[in-house]
C-alpha cells in the first residue's frame, strides 16, 4: 500500500486510523452480519453510531444544553439557502461580511430571499485578508451577522474574531466549513454554526449545525418541513433517511479526535502552518498571498515567481507523493491544505521539497 500525501481542499484526508477501522468493519459491522450502508437507519447499531457522534460534536464544541446538533444534507451550499429561509423575514435584513467566495456565495443566496447588508467587503483585496473591528458596519438590528470563519480559496482566516463581532447581541450565524474543530472556540457566542464535513470532519453528505434553541424558535413556518431546521431538531435528524455511511465516519474521526485531544490539536495545527510559512518569509523566491495576521492554519496559499514555475512545482511535487497542491481554479497558485488529519511529516516533507525547488530554480 502506498498512500500520498493528500493536500486537497476537500475532500480532503481522512486519519489512515479511521479508514482502517472502516476497512475492517466493511461488511460485517460488530457482528450485525451486515454493512452499515445496509442497515435501518431506525435499528440499535445505527442508533449508538448517530448519538456518539451528536455527542462527541456537543462535547468538542464545548456546547451546552441550548445547542441542537443537526446531521444535515445539502453540504454548506444548501445552508446559504436554509439560512435565509429560515431567519430573513421580509420586513428584515440581514448583515454579510464579504471576506471571499464563500462568504460571496452565501451572500448571493441570501439575496434571493431577502435584504442584505454587506457590512465589509474584503473579497477582492490582494493580498488577501479578512476585514478588522473597525471596517465592519455592523447594524444593531440585523436578523442576524453572518460570517466566515476561514476563506478556503484564498487562505485568510480570522485567528480572533473581532471584538464588534463576539460583543454583539445580534445573533452571529458562521460558515466554518474549512476550520471547525481545527481549535477550541468559544462556541456560545454563536447562534448557528455549519460546516460540510469533507473538510475537517469526516466524507462529504453530511453537514454539521450546531443551532441555538432560542434563535431556533424564529424560523419562518412558512416552508417545507426538509427546509426547516425544527423537523430535524425534533427528530434527532431522523426525519428522513440520513447519510449513514458519512455519519459513522464522522463518528469515527470525533472520536479520533477526542483521544488525540482538541487543544493538542490546536497546537500541532499551528505549528503545522508554521513550518509552511517560515520557509515562504524565509525565501525570496516563494510569497504568501494573505496578510501575515490572516494567515489560515487550514489553507496555506502562495506563489511562485511565475505561473510556468508553479507548473513545475506542482509536476514535480506530484513525483514525491505530494498531491493535491494547485491552488483553486479560480486564484491559481499553490494551496496546501493541511487539516487535523494531515500529518507532520507532510509538512516536512513539503517543506523541504520547497527548499530544494527553490535551490534548483531560484
Ligand atoms: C467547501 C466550502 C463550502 C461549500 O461546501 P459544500 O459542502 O460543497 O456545499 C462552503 N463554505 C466554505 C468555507 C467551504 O470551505
Not at 479511521?18 to 437507519?41: K, P, R, T, W, Y
Not at 480559496?153 to 454583539?168: C, E, R
Not at 458519512?246 to 503545522?272: C, D, P
Not at 495576521?293 to 496559499?301: F, H, I, K, Q
Request: hydrophobic share 40%; glycine share 6%; with cysteine.
Amino acid at each position: 500500500m502506498s498512500r500520498i500525501y493528500n493536500f486537497s481542499a476537500g475532500p480532503a484526508i481522512l486519519p489512515l486510523e479511521v479508514l482502517e477501522q472502516a476497512q475492517a468493519e466493511l461488511v460485517d459491522f460488530c457482528n450485525s452480519g451486515m454493512s452499515i450502508m445496509e442497515m435501518s437507519h431506525r435499528g440499535k447499531e445505527y442508533d449508538a453510531i448517530h448519538s456518539e457522534a451528536v455527542a462527541n460534536l456537543k462535547e468538542l464544541m464545548q456546547l451546552n444544553d441550548n445547542f441542537d446538533i443537526l446531521l444535515l444534507q445539502g453540504g454548506a451550499s444548501l445552508q446559504f439557502a436554509m439560512i435565509p429561509m429560515n431567519f430573513l423575514g421580509a420586513d428584515l435584513a440581514a448583515d454579510y461580511v464579504n471576506s471571499g467566495v464563500w462568504g460571496s456565495s452565501a451572500i448571493k443566496q441570501a439575496r434571493i430571499i431577502g435584504k442584505v447588508n454587506v457590512v465589509a467587503d474584503t473579497e477582492k483585496d490582494v493580498p488577501t485578508r479578512l476585514p478588522d473591528a473597525a471596517e465592519l458596519h455592523l447594524n444593531d438590528n440585523a436578523a442576524y451577522l453572518h460570517i466566515t470563519t476561514n476563506e478556503t480559496i484564498s487562505g485568510a482566516q480570522w485567528k480572533h474574531l473581532p471584538q464588534n463581532i463576539t460583543a454583539s447581541d445580534v445573533p452571529l450565524v458562521a460558515d466554518m466549513s474549512s476550520d471547525i474543530l481545527s481549535r477550541p472556540i468559544d462556541a456560545n457566542c454563536f447562534s448557528l454554526i455549519y460546516a460540510g464535513a469533507q473538510k475537517n470532519l469526516g466524507p462529504s453528505g453530511v453537514t454539521v449545525v450546531a443551532l441555538r434553541k432560542d434563535f431556533a424558535e424564529r424560523e419562518s413556518k412558512n416552508l417545507p418541513s426538509m427546509l426547516r431546521y425544527s423537523t430535524h431538531a425534533d427528530t434527532n435528524s431522523l426525519y428522513n433517511t440520513p447519510p449513514c455511511y458519512s455519519i459513522y465516519i464522522l463518528t469515527l474521526v470525533t472520536r479520533w479526535l477526542k483521544n488525540f485531544g482538541l487543544e493538542k490539536m490546536f497546537h500541532q495545527n499551528v505549528a503545522k502552518a508554521a513550518m509552511l510559512y517560515n520557509q515562504i518569509d524565509s525565501s525570496g523566491f516563494y510569497r504568501g498571498t494573505a496578510v501575515k495576521e490572516y494567515r489560515s492554519d487550514m489553507n496555506v496559499t502562495f506563489r511562485l515567481p511565475t505561473e510556468e514555475l508553479e507548473t513545475d512545482f506542482i509536476a514535480d511535487a506530484a513525483k514525491l507523493g505530494l498531491k493535491g497542491i494547485k491552488g483553486h481554479r479560480s486564484v491559481g497558485g499553490i494551496r496546501a491544505s493541511i487539516y487535523n488529519a494531515f500529518p507532520v511529516k507532510g509538512v516536512e516533507t513539503l517543506v523541504a521539497f520547497m527548499a530544494e525547488f527553490e535551490r534548483r530554480h531560484g
